[in-house]
């Protein structure tokens, strides 16, 4: 075991429990007084490291690097193609695509910024609300990881470096990448995205517990809430445990066809007319306002940082460590193969399911008069989902799969994460020897739980959620640092150090 870097996080991440269980209020007020700082003076940084971030894959793809092997042209895939895009996907999506799918469209289509003078509810709001998922759920945040993922698997597998964060840095300052520096990264890393994930789980939680409690007309409460995260931890340790081909990829890959008939059953129950020219429309604004909408010059600012970059500051957050489950997954596959898996066919995917899931969702509140919005404010994002399902048309067998999805999703994203949290904090991983032992993955994976669990409890989800995007804030700075080191990979000459055996 790694012993700074995995008890050093796991203190820190006691003592914010503690805290927010002796002092809740002065926990979050805290929280929103940092949070509030980094938004208000870091914003430009992320927008531009947004848009940088694409335009440095373009480069790399279009550039001599884009056609090698990561890990040299005798090296063996891990996963076929298919499996790979799976696994990529439901590491990256866990459950914020279900739910803010739903929830996110209504705020923009009912509540839009004065400053572009739409009316709320009509159907220019309504394009501008499926411009901004395309905005938030497609191509630059895909971006964001594809860099850092990228990075880490040519210094991983091409240059032999251990399976660290300051692995990145190599290419820029050598081997003093990892000194005391490199262990404060991968410490920093790791606490940034147990919050996150934490934030994630507290949510999921809450959903699972809203819809069985209203399926069954109980009131679980507490005992509920503990069970359901109890289940979803004692399930995603497990998968971790049986490794990547036996328990992570066939939990994605069941994931994926979750997802396909969730979609599905919308298309064929849902007002699929209207989704043709909503999709259009939406497309057309995304692409027209691209550039001055990432970078908050066409709308307000207070509702730039709010939306955008609070978006962009949760997805750093959980990008280094990700990162490295990411790069380890790419041997094999040519450099071009890595951006179309991790960026554009992800990307694909949020549009389809935003065109679908969010098309709807903003067609039936328009055709109620604002009737899930309503319930949006009255009772808050998670019953949306249900709501949403149950005007479908769909009774329990549906109701059951979209427990069963979110479920799952959570579940594929943790496992995949928590293989690279316990691999981060073990000595002596490689290529060779890719697995941390199960007792680190058992740690790691109750740690999540209880801090999920807790922090609900304790300071809401809203206290553990700004926890995560406080860790986006350096984060940016470890990713940045990722895109410099691959724009120099891309110009020196290629160099493969390590083995070819994955």
Known sequence: MNRPVFFVPLAVLLAAVLFSLWRGAAFVSVETAINDWILRHASPLFAL???????????????????????GDE??????????????????????????????PLFHLNDPPAMLGLV??????????????????????????????????????DRGEPFSLSSLFVPLIGQRAH???????DMFCLFALVAGMAASLGAGVLALAGGIEGLWGISGRAP????????????????????????IARLSLFNIWLFAAIMLFVLVAGPTTHLPSLALSGASDYVASFLP????????????????????????????????FLGRLAVGYSVRAFIVVNLLLPALFGAMWMIIIAGTTI??????????????????????????????????PVLLLLIGAIFISYVTAADSNISAMSALSTHGISPENPEAPIAVKLAWG?????????????????????????????????????????TVMAVERPRVVASTDP
């Open 49 to 71: 490291a947004g848009i940088g971030f694409l335009a440095l894959l373009l480069f790399v793809a279009l550039s001599p690097l884009g056609g090698r092997i990561i890990g």
């Open 363 to 396: 067609t039936l509140d328009q055709q109620t008069g604002g009737d899930l919005y309503a319930l949006l404010s009255s009772a808050g994002p998670d019953p949306l989902l249900y709501r949403l399902f149950s005007e479908l048309g769909g009774g329990m």
């Open 446 to 486: 109750v740690t999540v739980g209880l801090v999920a669990t807790i922090l609900v409890a304790a300071a809401g989800i809203d206290g553990i959620r700004m926890m995560s995007v406080l860790g986006g804030f350096p984060a940016l700075f470890i990713i940045l640092g990722a895109a410099v080191a691959l």
């Open 75 to 104: 090296a063996t895939p891990i996963l076929p193609r298919w499996r790979w895009f799976a696994v990529t996907l439901c590491t990256t999506i866990a459950t914020g695509i279900l739910f803010w799918g739903v929830a996110e």
């Open 224 to 247: 509920l809430r503990w069970s359901i995260a109890a289940a979803i931890v004692g399930t995603f340790v497990i998968s971790a445990a049986l490794g990547l081909r036996r328990g």
């Open 120 to 157: 709320p509810g009509s159907d220019a709001a309504a394009s501008f609300a499926m411009s901004t998922m395309f905005l938030h759920w497609t191509l630059t945040p895909y971006a964001i990881y594809t860099v850092a993922g990228l990075a880490f698997a040519l210094v991983y597998y």
């Open 179 to 185: 000194g005391p520096a490199g262990v404060a990264i």
């Open 293 to 324: 909408r990432s970078l908050g010059l066409d709308i307000e600012t207070d509702w730039h940082r709010q939306w955008t970059i609070f978006n962009w500051a949760n997805w750093f957050a959980w990008a280094p460590v990700t990162a490295l």
